[in-house]
């Protein structure tokens, strides 16, 4: 059986920082892309970063470039997100979610192209 399991999520400081995991079981993720998405009450649920399976490619929202990275451990199954210089408005829960194409892709931000989805982890970021 399929599971994507989020964890690491918080309260975090203004300007301090979180690490997300990203945890698959049940099948292979080593040909997945991992696409990590995030929705804030009342707003679209938003990409914010992938890495595709092979090469490592990385893509960024322009809201996190610079503050966010994302990486993979193939042996582990598991990816990650470490989170810097956090922001009140990076206040939303984050979704992982996995894309056999395997390569992100300018379109990687789009919901639709991923196959499975963790139940996500709630961020906040206050003072």
């Known amino acids: 059986q399929v599971h994507v399991v989020e964890s690491g999520g918080g309260l975090g400081q203004p300007g301090g920082s979180l690490r997300l995991s990203c945890a698959a079981s049940?099948?292979?993720?080593?040909?997945?892309?991992i696409g990590w998405f995030r929705q804030a009450p009342g707003k679209e649920r938003e990409g914010v970063s992938c890495?595709?399976?092979?090469?490592?490619?990385?893509w960024y929202a322009d809201s996190v470039k610079g503050r966010f990275t994302v990486s993979r451990d193939n042996a582990r199954h598991t990816a990650y997100l470490q989170m810097n210089s956090l922001k009140p408005e990076d206040t939303a829960v984050y979704y992982c979610?996995?894309?056999?194409?395997?390569?992100?892709?300018?379109?990687?931000?789009?919901?639709?192209?991923?196959?499975?989805w963790g139940q996500g982890t709630q961020v906040t970021v206050s003072s």
């Open positions: 979610a996995t894309d056999y194409n395997g390569q992100c892709g300018s379109r990687w931000f789009l919901p639709d192209r991923y196959d499975y």
């Open positions: 049940g099948f292979t993720t080593d040909y997945y892309a």
């Open positions: 890495i595709s399976a092979s090469d490592g490619n990385t």
